[in-house]
């Protein structure tokens, strides 16, 4: 929680004055009392109307001008609270983009979404409650206990019999319900992962009639958490009833010998009153001080989950500004494992990639082909061996740089919510039409574009819903054209692509971008063809390296995946000629 403290700076008035208000209507509400025990004293019992109506008016006074300071401090807490998550949650959010792909994995990203929403929230909620609370509630605790010692000290043991009591009772139920109130938190990283993941697979869930499973998993991790819910309130619940339970004795106590000592003369009926209430407003502190523990616990726990994100550190990179060369990418031995992988994605692969060249790889699945374009632009730092742009390592590579130098185009097609053009700007924000429109001409996207009403102003729904598979792959492609970078990654984005479209898209690649490097990944042979060197892997080793000539010759993977490829084209062929 110390770390998230600096997100207060700009409200150290409200931090201050918000409690000194509160501070006063607990003030005004122990004055109360009192003056009740007066009225009764002086005025009712011996009948003085005017009396009684001048404590009245006081009474209402101190009511008025104690909701005044309470309102005082309710503006003063939100404000700062809200001011305090809105920084907190800014700064998250700027953070978690500073965050490696590593980190990223590491946590999770329905976590990272929890944390950035409901933990700060919870944060929140308890810096608002203890600008409110923390200071009136220990403060009317231990107000009723010396008001009631200067009325008679004898009675007043009773409140040192019956607080330590109730103290004790919230002790032992606060001790119980802490750490299920931490697992309750983590529960809900689970149904946020379900959530996301029900959403996003949301057509694949129909295609496989998967509802009814879907539904009975996300069922099955709410009802784990209503039920660590439901033991938290069991036990909870015993701590209204037990405190009630002493204070009515104490409140039996406090008249069985206030009227003892109202006999003798030592106590007043006025006094005795003042008791009754100070009992009761003791109780009522005390209850409130453990409804603001557990809301301090909870807030607690989640400023940890928060203060986890900010630990983490942000991507290394360095400051070198490569200089172009003529071998514009080189893999010199690399090998990469992801955490908690048991063995490396990759293993001493070694390749170049000159500038207007094309590279392709090719595999099956799993073999490392996307761990090698997640490599390029630094998105993961090799095990051993380098990845050098321009000569330079990727580790000394000022990241920035490099990635304005790359267009990626991921595996799966990503586009938000907006226009076509503001989805083409992303890669270079001042982007003019014309580029976008000659981008978008190289991708085959054009065609489909211009055929909408809005053109370059046509709406995309959130993740291209409202866009076929081939349409967002184009329009991926697209995107990362824009400006002409000096390589292209295109991580098996063409798979969506008919053979035609996809012979017309590596043709106007060749011609619109001779000067780009081209990195292309594929299941296709086809689609390799006419790459200058094509890397051939299998189980995240390179099985071959050559052109497509040279692989058919020497490389029996590659020869096999080309000739079950062109079986299927031909069984194809003779299927729609029968």
């Keep these: ?313 942000p991507e290394e990179s360095g400051s070198a500004v490569p200089e172009k060369t003529a071998s514009l990418l080189e893999f010199r031995s690399v090998t990469f494992t992801y955490d908690n992988a048991g063995e490396p994605s990759v293993s001493g692969i070694s390749f170049s990639l000159g500038k207007g060249q094309t590279l392709g790889i090719i595999g099956g699945t799993g073999s490392g082909k996307s761990t090698i374009a997640a490599l390029i632009p630094g998105f993961y730092t090799p095990d051993s061996g380098d990845v050098l742009v321009d000569g330079v390592k990727i580790q000394d590579t000022d990241l920035s740089a490099l990635r304005s130098r790359i267009g990626v185009v991921p595996q799966k097609a990503v586009l938000f919510s907006g226009t076509v053009r503001e989805n083409m700007k992303w890669r270079k924000a001042d982007a003019s039409d014309e580029e976008i429109i000659s981008a978008l001409k190289t991708a085959q996207a054009w065609e489909f574009v211009s055929a909408m009403p809005d053109k370059l102003d046509a709406r995309i729904a959130q993740g291209g819903r409202n866009l076929s598979g081939g349409q967002r792959q184009r329009l991926s492609i697209a995107r990362a054209l824009v400006g002409s970078p000096d390589m292209v990654i295109l991580d098996d984005s063409t798979s969506a692509l008919d053979y035609q479209t996809d012979l017309k898209l590596r043709r106007a690649l060749k011609n619109d971008m001779s000067g780009t490097a081209v990195v292309m990944i594929s299941q296709r042979t086809t689609s390799l063809m006419d790459a200058d060197c094509i890397v051939v892997m299998d189980d995240g080793e390179s099985a071959g390296i050559g052109t497509h000539g040279q692989l058919l010759e020497k490389c029996p993977i590659y020869r096999e995946i080309y000739q079950s490829q062109m079986n299927e084209k031909e069984g194809g062929s003779n299927a729609q000629n029968a």
Excluded at 18 to 36: D, R, S
Excluded at 61 to 87: D, E, P, S
């Design 1 to 313: 929680m110390k770390k998230l403290l600096r997100f207060l700076r700009g409200h150290e008035k409200e931090l201050v004055f918000g409690p000194f208000f509160k501070l006063l209507e607990a003030i005004f509400e122990l004055i109360v009392p009192v003056v009740m025990a007066k009225m009764i004293d002086n005025g009712i019992a011996q009948r003085d109307s005017g009396y009684v109506l001048k404590m009245s008016g006081i009474i209402v006074i101190l009511g008025i001008c104690g909701l005044g300071f309470a309102l005082t401090c309710q503006y003063l807490a939100a404000k700062c609270a809200y001011g305090f998550g809105t920084q907190l949650r800014e700064a998250l959010y700027r953070h978690i983009n500073t965050l490696s792909y590593s980190s990223i994995d590491k946590v999770g990203t329905s976590s990272l979404v929890n944390r950035l929403t409901n933990d700060s929230m919870t944060v929140q909620n308890g810096v608002n409650m203890f600008i409110r609370l923390a200071v009136r509630a220990p403060f009317l605790v231990i107000g009723a206990a010396v008001m009631a010692l200067t009325i008679d000290v004898k009675l007043s043991l009773i409140f040192f019999i019956a607080a330590p009591l109730i103290s004790a009772i919230i002790f032992v139920i606060m001790r119980k319900t802490v750490p299920m109130y931490k697992r309750t938190q983590q529960k809900l990283d689970r149904a946020s992962l379900l959530t996301r993941e029900s959403l996003e697979g949301t057509r694949v869930i129909r295609a496989f009639s998967r509802q009814g499973e879907e539904t009975q998993e996300f069922s099955e991790a709410v009802d784990d958490i209503a039920q660590c819910a439901s033991a938290v309130g069991k036990i909870s619940a015993i701590l209204n009833p037990a405190a009630f339970m002493i204070m009515n004795l104490g409140i039996a106590a406090i008249l069985w010998f206030g009227g003892v000592r109202i006999d003798t003369g030592h106590l007043t009926q006025g006094q005795l009153t003042a008791f009754t209430n100070y009992m009761t407003q003791i109780l009522l502190a005390l209850i409130v001080l453990a409804n603001l523990i557990v809301t301090f616990t909870k807030a607690f726990a989640s400023a940890n989950r928060v203060s986890e994100i900010f630990d983490l550190p």
